[in-house]
Protein backbone atom coordinates (compact mmCIF):
# COMPACT_ATOMS: atom_id res chain seq x y z
CA UNK A 1 0.00 0.00 0.00
CA UNK A 2 1.83 3.49 -0.63
CA UNK A 3 2.25 5.84 1.85
CA UNK A 4 0.79 8.41 3.49
CA UNK A 5 2.06 11.93 2.98
CA UNK A 6 0.85 12.46 6.72
CA UNK A 7 0.74 10.47 9.94
CA UNK A 8 -2.11 11.67 11.25
CA UNK A 9 -4.67 9.91 9.68
CA UNK A 10 -8.55 9.92 11.25
CA UNK A 11 -7.81 7.52 14.30
CA UNK A 12 -10.57 5.66 13.46
CA UNK A 13 -9.16 4.25 10.11
CA UNK A 14 -6.22 1.86 12.48
CA UNK A 15 -7.36 -1.24 12.68
CA UNK A 16 -8.10 -2.25 16.50
CA UNK A 17 -9.42 -5.95 15.61
CA UNK A 18 -12.05 -7.45 18.63
CA UNK A 19 -11.05 -4.53 20.72
CA UNK A 20 -14.20 -3.37 22.82
CA UNK A 21 -12.68 -0.39 24.73
CA UNK A 22 -14.31 2.57 26.58
CA UNK A 23 -16.01 4.21 24.05
CA UNK A 24 -17.71 0.53 23.18
CA UNK A 25 -18.42 -0.05 26.41
CA UNK A 26 -20.24 3.53 27.44
CA UNK A 27 -22.23 3.13 23.91
CA UNK A 28 -23.39 -0.36 24.86
CA UNK A 29 -24.31 0.57 28.60
CA UNK A 30 -26.14 3.43 27.52
CA UNK A 31 -28.06 1.85 24.93
CA UNK A 32 -28.97 -1.19 26.85
CA UNK A 33 -30.49 1.21 29.72
CA UNK A 34 -32.16 2.25 26.46
CA UNK A 35 -33.30 -1.29 25.85
CA UNK A 36 -34.54 -2.10 29.26
CA UNK A 37 -36.71 1.18 29.19
CA UNK A 38 -38.32 0.20 26.18
CA UNK A 39 -38.75 -3.91 27.01
CA UNK A 40 -39.32 -3.75 30.40
CA UNK A 41 -41.01 -0.56 31.23
CA UNK A 42 -43.20 -1.83 34.00
CA UNK A 43 -41.58 -5.67 34.62
CA UNK A 44 -42.08 -8.63 32.33
CA UNK A 45 -45.93 -9.69 34.00
CA UNK A 46 -45.63 -13.16 32.44
CA UNK A 47 -42.00 -14.32 34.09
CA UNK A 48 -42.61 -11.95 36.98
CA UNK A 49 -45.90 -14.08 37.69
CA UNK A 50 -44.58 -17.29 36.88
CA UNK A 51 -41.28 -17.44 39.28
CA UNK A 52 -42.17 -14.59 42.04
CA UNK A 53 -42.93 -16.43 45.62
CA UNK A 54 -45.76 -18.43 45.44
CA UNK A 55 -45.81 -18.73 41.83
CA UNK A 56 -45.41 -22.27 39.59
CA UNK A 57 -41.92 -21.54 39.32
CA UNK A 58 -41.26 -20.45 42.81
CA UNK A 59 -38.09 -21.69 44.86
CA UNK A 60 -34.48 -21.97 43.70
CA UNK A 61 -34.11 -22.63 40.05
CA UNK A 62 -30.56 -22.87 38.29
CA UNK A 63 -30.96 -22.54 34.25
CA UNK A 64 -28.41 -23.51 32.09
CA UNK A 65 -28.92 -22.54 28.84
CA UNK A 66 -26.79 -21.39 25.33
CA UNK A 67 -27.08 -19.19 22.97
CA UNK A 68 -26.48 -20.79 19.39
CA UNK A 69 -26.42 -20.01 16.07
CA UNK A 70 -29.03 -21.24 13.18
CA UNK A 71 -26.66 -20.03 10.55
CA UNK A 72 -23.34 -20.24 9.93
CA UNK A 73 -21.96 -16.42 11.17
CA UNK A 74 -18.89 -14.84 13.03
CA UNK A 75 -19.65 -14.72 16.91
CA UNK A 76 -19.47 -11.12 17.82
CA UNK A 77 -20.86 -8.95 20.61
CA UNK A 78 -20.18 -11.20 23.76
CA UNK A 79 -18.95 -8.21 25.78
CA UNK A 80 -22.61 -6.10 25.06
CA UNK A 81 -23.97 -9.48 26.58
CA UNK A 82 -21.35 -9.02 29.94
CA UNK A 83 -22.83 -5.56 30.43
CA UNK A 84 -26.47 -6.32 29.36
CA UNK A 85 -26.47 -9.41 32.22
CA UNK A 86 -24.26 -6.76 34.90
CA UNK A 87 -26.42 -4.38 34.72
CA UNK A 88 -29.19 -5.77 34.57
CA UNK A 89 -29.12 -8.93 36.30
CA UNK A 90 -27.06 -7.64 39.43
CA UNK A 91 -24.82 -10.26 38.90
CA UNK A 92 -26.98 -13.40 38.85
CA UNK A 93 -26.76 -14.85 35.39
CA UNK A 94 -22.97 -16.47 34.87
CA UNK A 95 -22.11 -16.25 31.26
CA UNK A 96 -18.97 -18.44 30.06
CA UNK A 97 -17.87 -18.08 25.80
CA UNK A 98 -17.63 -21.09 23.68
CA UNK A 99 -16.19 -19.25 20.67
CA UNK A 100 -13.95 -16.13 20.94
CA UNK A 101 -15.16 -12.78 19.22
CA UNK A 102 -14.57 -13.01 15.42
CA UNK A 103 -14.84 -16.75 15.62
CA UNK A 104 -16.74 -18.45 12.78
CA UNK A 105 -19.69 -20.29 14.20
CA UNK A 106 -21.51 -23.10 12.08
CA UNK A 107 -25.02 -23.83 12.01
CA UNK A 108 -26.51 -25.33 15.03
CA UNK A 109 -23.56 -24.45 17.58
CA UNK A 110 -23.53 -22.70 20.51
CA UNK A 111 -21.26 -20.05 21.46
CA UNK A 112 -21.79 -18.54 24.77
CA UNK A 113 -23.46 -20.39 27.83
CA UNK A 114 -25.03 -19.00 30.29
CA UNK A 115 -26.45 -20.03 34.52
CA UNK A 116 -28.30 -18.63 36.48
CA UNK A 117 -31.76 -18.14 37.73
CA UNK A 118 -34.38 -18.60 34.99
CA UNK A 119 -36.35 -15.13 35.98
CA UNK A 120 -33.06 -12.89 35.05
CA UNK A 121 -32.38 -15.20 32.69
CA UNK A 122 -36.01 -14.85 30.28
CA UNK A 123 -36.49 -11.29 31.30
CA UNK A 124 -33.18 -10.36 28.88
CA UNK A 125 -33.21 -13.25 26.25
CA UNK A 126 -34.65 -10.54 23.62
CA UNK A 127 -32.69 -7.90 24.56
CA UNK A 128 -29.65 -10.14 24.30
CA UNK A 129 -30.21 -11.59 21.09
CA UNK A 130 -31.56 -8.38 19.34
CA UNK A 131 -27.62 -7.31 20.45
CA UNK A 132 -26.59 -10.45 19.61
CA UNK A 133 -28.07 -11.05 16.12
CA UNK A 134 -27.21 -7.31 15.40
CA UNK A 135 -23.64 -7.24 15.84
CA UNK A 136 -23.12 -10.97 14.84
CA UNK A 137 -24.96 -9.69 11.42
CA UNK A 138 -22.86 -7.43 10.60
CA UNK A 139 -19.72 -9.27 11.56
CA UNK A 140 -20.99 -11.90 9.05
CA UNK A 141 -21.17 -9.59 6.67
CA UNK A 142 -18.05 -7.99 6.62
CA UNK A 143 -16.08 -11.82 6.88
CA UNK A 144 -17.70 -12.31 3.35
CA UNK A 145 -16.37 -9.39 1.96
CA UNK A 146 -12.73 -9.49 3.24
CA UNK A 147 -12.73 -13.34 2.61
CA UNK A 148 -13.70 -12.47 -1.21
CA UNK A 149 -10.64 -9.85 -1.21
CA UNK A 150 -8.08 -12.30 0.55
CA UNK A 151 -4.34 -12.07 -0.99
CA UNK A 152 -4.81 -8.21 -2.03
CA UNK A 153 -3.66 -5.25 -0.42
CA UNK A 154 -6.67 -3.11 -0.89
CA UNK A 155 -7.63 -2.40 2.55
CA UNK A 156 -11.72 -2.61 3.11
CA UNK A 157 -13.40 0.49 5.40
CA UNK A 158 -17.13 0.84 6.16
CA UNK A 159 -18.59 4.37 6.27
CA UNK A 160 -20.80 5.95 8.85
CA UNK A 161 -24.64 4.85 7.10
CA UNK A 162 -24.95 3.28 10.83
CA UNK A 163 -27.48 3.32 12.84
CA UNK A 164 -28.18 6.29 14.92
CA UNK A 165 -26.69 5.71 18.47
CA UNK A 166 -24.96 2.29 17.85
CA UNK A 167 -21.94 3.73 15.78
CA UNK A 168 -19.13 2.71 17.73
CA UNK A 169 -21.05 -0.49 18.17
CA UNK A 170 -21.06 -1.29 14.64
CA UNK A 171 -17.80 0.00 14.12
CA UNK A 172 -16.61 -2.87 16.55
CA UNK A 173 -18.40 -5.21 15.23
CA UNK A 174 -17.25 -4.61 11.66
CA UNK A 175 -13.30 -4.93 13.09
CA UNK A 176 -14.61 -8.02 14.50
CA UNK A 177 -16.13 -9.39 10.73
CA UNK A 178 -11.66 -7.96 9.63
CA UNK A 179 -12.37 -4.68 8.05
CA UNK A 180 -10.90 -1.77 9.10
CA UNK A 181 -12.95 1.86 9.73
CA UNK A 182 -13.35 5.04 7.99
CA UNK A 183 -13.43 7.88 10.00
CA UNK A 184 -15.87 7.42 13.03
CA UNK A 185 -17.09 11.21 13.27
CA UNK A 186 -16.92 14.32 10.94
CA UNK A 187 -14.43 15.73 13.76
CA UNK A 188 -11.87 12.88 12.98
CA UNK A 189 -10.99 13.75 9.48
CA UNK A 190 -12.14 16.19 6.65
CA UNK A 191 -13.54 15.00 3.72
CA UNK A 192 -14.21 17.53 1.21
CA UNK A 193 -17.58 15.54 -0.21
CA UNK A 194 -19.63 16.92 -3.40
CA UNK A 195 -21.99 18.62 -1.69
CA UNK A 196 -19.17 20.76 -0.07
CA UNK A 197 -18.16 21.30 -3.56
CA UNK A 198 -21.05 22.09 -5.26
CA UNK A 199 -22.64 24.79 -2.68
CA UNK A 200 -18.99 26.41 -3.25
CA UNK A 201 -19.25 26.20 -7.21
CA UNK A 202 -22.64 27.62 -7.04
CA UNK A 203 -21.60 30.42 -5.53
CA UNK A 204 -18.87 31.20 -7.21
CA UNK A 205 -16.20 30.36 -4.34
CA UNK A 206 -13.18 29.18 -5.79
CA UNK A 207 -12.15 25.78 -7.32
CA UNK A 208 -10.51 22.54 -5.41
CA UNK A 209 -7.18 24.37 -4.76
CA UNK A 210 -8.69 26.99 -3.08
CA UNK A 211 -10.73 24.78 -0.62
CA UNK A 212 -7.98 22.49 0.29
CA UNK A 213 -5.43 25.43 0.33
CA UNK A 214 -7.74 27.00 3.37
CA UNK A 215 -8.78 23.42 4.85
CA UNK A 216 -4.88 22.53 4.80
CA UNK A 217 -4.81 26.16 6.58
CA UNK A 218 -7.06 25.77 9.25
CA UNK A 219 -6.16 21.92 9.90
CA UNK A 220 -2.62 21.28 9.56
CA UNK A 221 -1.94 18.04 9.53
CA UNK A 222 -5.12 16.50 9.34
CA UNK A 223 -5.65 13.52 7.00
CA UNK A 224 -7.74 15.26 4.00
CA UNK A 225 -9.51 13.77 1.24
CA UNK A 226 -11.95 14.94 -1.59
CA UNK A 227 -14.53 13.32 -3.09
CA UNK A 228 -14.78 13.63 -7.08
CA UNK A 229 -17.26 12.25 -9.43
CA UNK A 230 -15.67 11.81 -12.74
CA UNK A 231 -12.16 11.83 -14.66
CA UNK A 232 -11.92 15.53 -14.99
CA UNK A 233 -12.98 16.26 -11.24
CA UNK A 234 -10.25 13.66 -10.49
CA UNK A 235 -7.04 15.42 -12.41
CA UNK A 236 -8.07 18.50 -10.58
CA UNK A 237 -7.78 17.16 -7.45
CA UNK A 238 -4.48 15.28 -8.15
CA UNK A 239 -2.86 18.60 -8.39
CA UNK A 240 -3.61 19.28 -5.39
CA UNK A 241 -2.42 18.55 -1.39
CA UNK A 242 -4.81 15.83 -0.37
CA UNK A 243 -3.75 12.69 1.61
CA UNK A 244 -6.84 10.59 -0.92
CA UNK A 245 -9.00 10.47 -3.31
CA UNK A 246 -12.45 9.17 -3.06
CA UNK A 247 -13.87 7.96 -6.48
CA UNK A 248 -17.52 7.96 -6.24
CA UNK A 249 -19.15 5.35 -8.14
CA UNK A 250 -16.61 5.15 -10.76
CA UNK A 251 -16.58 2.34 -13.32
CA UNK A 252 -13.98 -0.22 -13.21
CA UNK A 253 -12.40 1.46 -16.43
CA UNK A 254 -12.31 5.02 -14.62
CA UNK A 255 -11.21 3.09 -11.37
CA UNK A 256 -7.87 1.31 -13.43
CA UNK A 257 -7.40 4.88 -15.46
CA UNK A 258 -6.94 6.65 -12.02
CA UNK A 259 -4.92 4.88 -10.55
CA UNK A 260 -2.72 4.89 -13.73
CA UNK A 261 -2.74 8.61 -13.68
CA UNK A 262 -1.97 9.06 -10.20
CA UNK A 263 1.19 6.60 -10.49
CA UNK A 264 2.65 8.61 -13.35
CA UNK A 265 2.16 11.56 -11.46
CA UNK A 266 3.66 10.40 -8.59
CA UNK A 267 6.19 9.24 -10.80
CA UNK A 268 6.83 12.91 -12.50
CA UNK A 269 6.78 14.34 -8.40
CA UNK A 270 9.95 12.00 -7.26
CA UNK A 271 8.10 9.13 -5.60
CA UNK A 272 5.51 9.69 -2.47
CA UNK A 273 5.14 12.93 -3.09
CA UNK A 274 1.56 13.78 -4.47
CA UNK A 275 0.79 10.03 -4.43
CA UNK A 276 -2.54 10.58 -2.81
CA UNK A 277 -4.46 6.94 -1.50
CA UNK A 278 -7.05 5.81 -4.06
CA UNK A 279 -10.94 4.82 -2.66
CA UNK A 280 -13.45 3.54 -4.40
CA UNK A 281 -17.16 3.83 -3.03
CA UNK A 282 -20.54 4.02 -4.36
CA UNK A 283 -22.57 0.86 -4.45
CA UNK A 284 -20.17 -1.84 -3.78
CA UNK A 285 -21.58 -5.15 -3.75
CA UNK A 286 -19.77 -8.41 -2.23
CA UNK A 287 -19.92 -9.90 -6.07
CA UNK A 288 -17.84 -6.67 -8.00
CA UNK A 289 -15.75 -6.17 -4.83
CA UNK A 290 -12.11 -7.85 -5.96
CA UNK A 291 -13.07 -6.71 -9.64
CA UNK A 292 -12.45 -3.41 -8.06
CA UNK A 293 -9.63 -4.22 -6.23
CA UNK A 294 -7.71 -5.35 -8.73
CA UNK A 295 -8.11 -2.58 -9.92
CA UNK A 296 -5.08 -0.91 -7.94
CA UNK A 297 -6.96 0.85 -5.74
CA UNK A 298 -5.84 1.65 -1.63
CA UNK A 299 -9.11 1.10 -0.16
CA UNK A 300 -13.13 0.24 -0.91
CA UNK A 301 -15.36 1.45 1.20
CA UNK A 302 -18.63 -0.07 1.64
CA UNK A 303 -21.68 1.40 3.45
CA UNK A 304 -23.94 -2.36 3.42
CA UNK A 305 -21.81 -3.67 6.20
CA UNK A 306 -23.59 -1.52 7.96
CA UNK A 307 -26.67 -0.42 6.56
CA UNK A 308 -27.70 -3.85 4.29
CA UNK A 309 -26.12 -6.69 6.95
CA UNK A 310 -28.65 -9.63 7.72
CA UNK A 311 -29.36 -10.04 11.64
CA UNK A 312 -28.20 -13.61 12.13
CA UNK A 313 -30.66 -15.68 13.54
CA UNK A 314 -29.80 -16.57 16.92
CA UNK A 315 -32.08 -18.37 19.37
CA UNK A 316 -31.53 -19.04 23.20
CA UNK A 317 -31.81 -23.18 23.92
CA UNK A 318 -32.33 -24.56 27.13
CA UNK A 319 -29.61 -27.13 28.37
CA UNK A 320 -30.83 -27.87 31.76
CA UNK A 321 -33.19 -26.56 34.40
CA UNK A 322 -32.10 -27.92 38.24
CA UNK A 323 -33.98 -27.33 41.21
CA UNK A 324 -32.65 -27.73 44.96
CA UNK A 325 -35.58 -27.10 47.05
Not at 128 to 148: H, Q
Not at 223 to 245: C, G, M, S
Not at 250 to 259: E, K, Q
Amino acid sequence: MPPQKRSSAPASTSPRGCHFGAAERDEARWLIRRALLEDLPAGDVTTDTLFRKGGPGAGRIDLHGAFTARAPGIVCGVPVLEELFGLAAAGEVRLSALLPEGQPVKAGEAFLELRGPPAAILRLERTALNFLGRLCGIATLTRRFTDVLAGLPTVLLDTRKTTPAWRNLEKYAVRTGGAQNHRGSLSEGILLKDNHAGVLREAGRGDVREWVDALRRTSPGTFLEVEVDDRPEFLRALETDVDAILLDNFSTVDLRWAVESRDVNSIDKGGATGRPLLEASGGMRLERVREIAETGVDRISVGALTHSARVLDIGLDLIQATRFD
